[in-house]
């Protein structure tokens, strides 16, 4: 089970810190997403992370703003999001997959790889 929560409504050049509870497949996953989705829009990759190290992934859009990390005793992943844009107002949800990292390099942004998934939460930048 993934449990998402911190989203809300921020003005322009805000900052929100989501996270993700992960329970249940906290065996069955190394690799961690967040992604998002507008309203009319097709669902896009955020961001990855490699829970065993390396540097993560982000898409274009968020470079510079938004920071993925995990915090292993509390088996959570945050998505720190700053210098909010009106564009970034989506429905956040993050992910669990379990890929071996050569694989994850090349497909970290790909919904399909990613078999367990959490209800999302509302980010609204105005």
């Known amino acids: 089970q993934l449990v998402e929560s911190g989203g809300g409504s921020v003005q322009a050049g805000g900052s929100l810190r989501l996270s993700c509870v992960v329970s249940g497949v906290t065996d069955s996953r190394n690799c961690m997403g967040w992604f998002r989705q507008a309203p009319g829009k097709e669902r896009e990759a955020v961001a990855g992370?490699?829970?065993?190290?390396?540097?993560?992934y982000y898409a274009d859009s968020v470079k510079g703003r938004f920071t993925i990390s995990q915090d292993s005793a509390k088996n959570t992943v945050y998505l720190q999001m700053n210098s909010l844009k009106p564009e970034d107002t989506a429905m956040y949800y993050c992910?669990?997959?379990?890929?071996?990292?050569?694989?994850?390099?090349?497909?970290?942004?790909?919904?399909?790889?990613?078999?367990?998934w959490g209800q999302g939460t509302q980010v609204t930048v105005s």
């Open positions: 992910a669990a997959a379990f890929l071996l990292p050569t694989r994850y390099a090349r497909s970290w942004y790909m919904q399909s790889d990613y078999p367990y």
């Open positions: 992370l490699y829970l065993g190290g390396g540097s993560p």
